[in-house]
Each structure stands twice: as C-alpha cells, then as structure tokens.
C-alpha cells in the first residue's frame, strides 16, 4: 500500500503546483490547448515515474523537467512555427501564474468572449463548430462549401488574433 499511497502524495503536490507549471508551459507554448495535452502527459509521467521518485529530492524541479521535455517535444512536432517561441524561465513565467487560477481562467474566459464578440458573424461561426462543437475542418469546409486548406488557413490566423486580443485584453484590465 505504500507505493499506491506515495503516487497519491506525489499526485496530490503535482495538482497543487499546476498554477505555475501551467504559466511554464503556456509562456513557452502560448498555445492553451498545447498547454493542456502537455500537462496531462506531465501527469501521466508522475504517475508512471511516480514509485521510483526519491522523495527527498524536491519535486517542484523534477515536474519542470518532464514538462521542459514535453514541450521540446511538441516544439519539434510543431516544426518551424514552435521554434519562434522563447523557452521563458520558470521565474519569469510566475507572475503570469494567477491567470491559470480560478479567477484567472475567469477573467481569461471574460477576455475571449469579448474578442469572439468583435468577429464577423461567418467568423465567429467558424470558431464555434470546429471548436465549440468539435467538428472537423473537413465537414466545416463541405458545409461551407471551402476548401479544407482554407478552413485551416482561416482557424490559425483566427487564433493568432483570437491570442492576441486576449492578451491584450488582459494587459488592458491590469493597467485598470
């Protein structure tokens, strides 16, 4: 029972430390759905891991480790467009922690729905089936009578803007 009990401590303090290793792995990704696949996988690795984990050492260093590689991993997978991004420090991606917190996540939500508001209705409509309903691009385009490629072309610079407005959403409601 002692090794089902020692996962459990360990699960219970990646769990706590997730506001920060979430800021991590969103500042080096800036991508939230990135962020989410990569702390799940994070997880899973701590629970794999989690038996032969020597816990005398701190495990705060060990967690940015897996989480380091993980994102490496889906910057190589990402090609030429991951490779822009910076590989912030964990102290530099700490203030940004607090946007992962409840409240965070609130004010993230409040920032989105206003930039979805200020898209053109197709637009809008667009980002609401691929990702409200979780349709593929391929039904999107033949509903819309588009091409796949253009349905793709479209949601990356969607969410490009989608980004930017946030963050500027955000950056706005700080200096309030």
């Known amino acids: 029972m002692e090794a089902h009990e020692k996962i459990e401590r360990l699960l219970r303090q990646f769990y706590a430390s997730q506001p920060q290793l979430r800021a991590f792995v969103f500042a080096s990704t800036r991508n939230y759905h990135a962020?989410?696949?990569?702390?799940?996988?994070?997880?899973?690795?701590?629970?794999?891991?989690?038996?032969?984990?020597?816990?005398?050492?701190?495990?705060?260093?060990?967690?940015?480790?897996?989480?380091?590689?993980?994102?490496?991993?889906?910057?190589?997978?990402?090609?030429?467009?991951?490779a822009t991004l910076r590989f912030d420090t964990i102290a530099e991606c700490l203030p940004h922690a607090r946007l992962f917190e409840p409240q965070g996540i609130s004010r993230r939500q409040q920032a989105l729905n206003l930039c979805l508001g200020k898209l053109p209705a197709r637009q809008r409509r667009i980002?609401?089936?691929?990702?409200?309903?979780?349709?593929?691009?391929?039904?999107?385009?033949?509903d819309l009578h588009h091409s796949v490629q253009s349905i793709y072309a479209l949601l990356k610079r969607l969410k490009n803007a989608l980004r930017h407005c946030v963050e500027e959403q955000l950056e706005h409601q700080e200096v309030l």
């Not at 891991?49 to 480790?65: C, I, T, V, Y």
Request: net charge negative; with cysteine.
């Open 35 to 82: 962020t989410e696949e990569i702390l799940q996988d994070v997880a899973i690795v701590v629970a794999q891991k989690a038996a032969g984990f020597d816990e005398e050492r701190p495990l705060h260093p060990w967690l940015l480790g897996i989480a380091r590689n993980k994102i490496l991993k889906w910057r190589e997978a990402q090609g030429r467009e991951a």
């Open 127 to 142: 980002v609401e089936l691929r990702y409200g309903q979780g349709m593929d691009c391929s039904r999107i385009a033949g």
